[in-house]
């Protein structure tokens, strides 16, 4: 490990500590080194507030001059709530910036760079780029196609079941595996599940850990046969979003709006199409969204290209049962060429559980063999 892979992996795991508290705005680190020393260290906390590499270079001070500072993401070029990071950076006096990733954001994409190396400044751009672009797929895909980045998270057995034939699916996984799942509620911004799910969980979709951030609760619901006295009603931890079709019960929408509830009707006349959820949720503003849905929600998503990212919690329990529902249902396909691929895949162990990540290729390529 060269010095700069090290300062840059400090700065990484701070950013990291942040996650689910800087929404839409990227993870970022920061860390200032002067004559072998580190005498800044920042990350960015919340949007709207300062970024990595002012609350750095504060640390600093006077240390910053002829210091090099790493920085997880291109400093920022713009105006925007707070002022251009490059030009503080400059002012600072600073001898040589590290970074891991240029800014997808069209208004930065290397103008900051731009701004430091004019201003006669060293720039080295790339050391643990993969890990930065990785850290920040929620921004990079929001910042640029104004969607929200979706993923799809499920707790099945070996054989694929989440339920018995009787519909009984508590518990499946450990409970260390099911507190890693509201940890992963706390880092989206939303978490999505259909009206069939609701109405036979009556779930509270919240991230039940000390001091965690509740999501939004999107419910797909085409005739709203959500019950008013259900949790996500009720309770009030969360904001509770409906999409609903045309066909709805407007004498239904109007007590759940009455109660605090968001209702989106959407245009199509039985149904409610998942593309156009995740295009308005884009639209509102929210850059990340889990779907916990039933096998036919999956599948829904998974069959119009809608999942960025998968993660399964894999229970070492078998099941069985033709009648069980699985976590991927629908119509599924009819050739293995046309099967989705996960690729850059990982397991780890969590409690007696395993946890599976994967990202779909969507790809209808064939593989020989």
């Known amino acids: 490990m060269t010095n700069h892979e090290f300062y840059m992996d400090l700065a990484l795991n701070n950013a990291q500590s942040m996650k689910g508290q800087t929404d839409p705005n990227p993870l970022v680190g ?15 906390l919340k949007a709207g507030e300062p970024h990595a590499e002012i609350h750095a270079l504060r640390m600093a001070g006077e240390n910053a001059k002829d210091g090099t500072i790493y920085v997880t993401l291109e400093p920022c070029s713009h105006h925007g709530r707070t002022g251009p990071c490059a030009e503080a950076i400059v002012k600072a006096g600073i001898k040589k910036v590290i970074i891991a990733t240029l800014d997808p954001n069209p208004i930065v ?67 260390e595996a ?79 709006e009455g109660l605090g509830i968001t209702v989106f009707v959407t245009t199509d006349s039985t149904s409610v199409d998942p593309n156009e959820v995740v295009n308005l949720l884009g639209e509102k503003g ?29 229970a070492p329990k078998l099941i069985g049962g033709q009648n069980a529902p699985t976590f991927l249902e629908g119509t599924g396909i009819d050739l293995m060429k046309d099967a989705i691929d996960l690729t850059d895949t990982a397991i780890i162990k969590i409690g007696k559980d395993f946890k599976f990540t994967g990202y779909p290729t969507y790809s209808n390529e064939s593989i020989e063999g």
């Not at 920061?30 to 960015?44: A, E, F, K, L, M």
């Not at 070996?158 to 034939?165: E, M, P």
């Not at 929210?286 to 894999?314: C, H, P, Q, R, T």
């Open 109 to 175: 994409a290397g103008n900051g760079v731009k701004i430091l190396e004019d201003a006669g400044i060293e720039v080295v751009v790339g050391v643990r780029e993969e890990a930065s672009r990785k850290m920040n797929e929620v921004f990079n895909k929001f910042i640029v196609q104004k969607k929200p980045f979706v993923t799809l998270k499920a707790g099945i057995t070996l054989d694929g079941k989440v339920a018995t034939h009787s519909f009984n699916s508590k518990w499946i996984t450990s409970e």
């Open 30 to 44: 920061s860390v200032i080194v002067n004559d072998n020393r580190i005498v800044g260290v920042g990350t960015h």
């Open 178 to 256: 099911r507190l890693d799942v509201h940890y992963l509620r706390n880092e989206n911004m939303a978490i999505l599940a259909g009206i069939n799910t609701v109405l036979k969980d009556d779930p509270a979709l919240t991230a039940r850990i000390p001091n965690g951030r509740n999501p939004i609760r999107v419910v797909m619901d085409s005739t709203l046969k959500v019950p008013l006295d259900y949790q996500l009603i009720t309770d009030k931890q969360a904001e509770t979003w409906i999409f609903t079709s045309q066909n709805h019960d407007t004498e239904k929408r109007k007590a759940l």
């Open 286 to 314: 929210v850059s990340s969204v889990i779907v916990e849905g039933g096998g036919n929600i999956n599948a829904s998503f998974l069959e119009n290209k809608l999942i960025d990212k998968v993660i399964l919690y894999f």
